[in-house]
């Protein structure tokens, strides 16, 4: 029986197919774990209370969600959109009266993949 896994799910009579399959994307659970803290450049943080354990866990999950979306919409690893958005920066300087606004010029591909994220075309 080496090699045999058991299932208990809540879905009625679930082919093998199904199972297979469902089995078969646990890869990508466990791939948004692995890269979370290190992509993201999250530090570890210790918790001892439940709320700021509850709090920290939402703030991952939100993270995650929000990853997802970047590489969805524009096809590109969080890796990837993370270091290409890093170097690109505004600023507001207001003198007196006057207020001047700097930035980098942002190049077409990112330019794009930001349309994309906010579900342009």
Same mark, same amino acid.
Do not use: H, K, L, V
């Given at each position: 029986m080496a090699g045999w896994k058991a299932y208990a799910t809540n879905i009625g009579s679930p082919t093998a197919e199904f199972v297979i399959g469902t089995y078969r994307n646990l890869w990508k659970i466990e791939q948004s774990f692995r890269m979370s803290k290190h992509d993201l450049a999250a530090r570890p943080i210790y918790h001892r209370l439940r709320d700021s354990i509850e709090a920290h866990l939402s703030i991952v999950f939100a993270a995650l969600a929000i990853t997802r979306v970047i590489e969805t919409r =524009?096809?590109?690893s969080i890796r990837k959109f993370v270091t290409t958005t890093r170097r690109y920066r505004a600023i507001t300087i207001t003198a007196g009266e006057h207020t001047i606004n700097a930035a980098?010029? *942002?190049p077409a591909d990112l330019q794009a %993949? *930001? =349309? %994309?994220?906010?579900g342009g075309h």
């Open positions: =524009t096809g590109w980098d010029p *942002i %993949a *930001i =349309t %994309a994220i906010r």
